[in-house]
């Protein structure tokens, strides 16, 4: 059968419709991890990795700007560096996305560790709240940064109503 015929898998029209047929308010719409970013990680250079992740997360934001209040996308953070991934959630949220997909783990070290406050700052300062995700996407890191000068542990804390981040010292 055709695309749009097969409810869910069309264009932004017909996911509008089929939300109505079945009385959605609005839908999440995630990558899918094995033909995603899984997939994308085989791609041994990273700079063309980082390139296919953003094109993804362009394509996303403009099928969900046809109906941005019920179709809500969640963009894919590449942690291939922290300054990467801060310029990704970034991006995301310019563009209108509304959440962020990241891994259970990092690349290295723990989220909680202060070389990884820059991302968390990022996710506070646009107001995106994060998803995360189990699985574990290969990383072709380089070699892990310099810790940052302020090392205090850091909490945040990421309330899905919109307007509403809040981030507080431990």
Known sequence: ???????????????????????MAAEVLLPNMLAGPVFWRNIADDAAYCS?????????????????????GVAYIPFETVEGAVAEIRRAAQRGLRSTLIQSKP????????????????????????VCTPYA????????????????????A???????????DE
Not at 107 to 122: I, K, S
């Open 137 to 156: 996407v290969p990383q072709r890191t380089g070699p892990r940064p310099p810790p940052r000068a302020d090392t205090r542990p850091l909490a945040v």
């Open 107 to 130: 690349p290295f070290g723990r989220w909680h560790d202060p070389e990884w406050a820059p991302v968390w700052e990022a996710l506070v300062g646009t107001g995106l709240p994060q």
């Open 52 to 72: 296919v992740v953003r094109a993804y997360n362009d394509w996303l934001a403009d099928f969900c700007s046809h109906a941005p209040s019920r179709l809500l």
């Open 158 to 168: 990421v309330d899905l109503v919109p307007g509403t981040p809040q981030m507080a």
């Open 1 to 23: 059968p055709r695309p749009d015929a097969v409810a869910g898998t069309g264009r932004p029209g017909q996911r509008s419709r089929g939300q109505d047929e079945e009385g």
